[in-house]
């Protein structure tokens, strides 16, 4: 699991308080960075399907509408920016059926379970488009700071590493824990 997928599940379970399952292997080299569950006080638990493409990159950092394209995502030159598509997440990170049906052997129904990316900024278009595939757009900034005022509050002591590096960086007074324009 690389980092931002870790400090995502550590947002999922130490500020939203959902469960997690991480690092699912599904069939034809798909994988689900994580599922999450989130148990409501009153009703049925929402499940949810989370994909991290997370990149600092200035020319691959915000999540575009251009086109995805199965030939370039093959091709080394081209691949990174054809991840941060919003249409390689639809076509290879939600929808194949090696996903679904992973989703389903855990006794869930595909068609119920919500979608989450993860990623550094948006343009407009993507946003338009997630918002009709009912995909949610989560700033990864955002997450970050949000976990680190818990970290921060809390007395908990980490013994994952990513979270214990947090964790003492933002005691040691280095992290800012209020929003600053990006």
Not at 87 to 112: C, H, M, N, W
Not at 173 to 180: C, D, P, S, V, W
Request: proline share 3%; charged share 25%; glycine share 8%.
């Amino acid at each position: 699991m690389e980092t931002t997928e870790k400090i995502v599940e550590a947002y999922c379970r130490h500020v939203k308080w959902w469960f997690t399952i991480s690092n699912i292997k599904c069939g034809g080299q798909y994988e689900i960075d994580i599922i999450a569950v989130e148990f409501p006080q009153s009703g049925q638990p929402v499940i949810y399907h989370i994909e991290s493409g997370v990149s600092i990159s200035g020319g691959f950092s915000k999540l575009t509408a251009k086109p995805f394209s199965e030939k370039d995502i093959k091709t080394r030159e081209k691949a990174a920016s054809q991840r941060r598509t919003i249409g390689f997440f639809i076509q290879r990170k939600f929808g194949p059926e090696e996903v679904q049906s992973k989703i389903a052997e855990y006794g869930l129904d595909p068609t119920r379970v919500k979608k989450i990316i993860v990623t550094w900024g948006w343009e407009a278009e993507a946003k338009a488009i997630a918002d009709k595939e009912g995909i949610i757009l989560w700033h990864f900034p955002d997450l970050l700071r949000k976990l680190a005022g818990a970290c921060a509050e809390g007395k908990t002591y980490f013994t994952d590493d990513t979270l214990r590096t947090l964790q003492l960086f933002i005691k040691s007074g280095h992290i800012a824990l209020t929003k600053n324009e990006e």
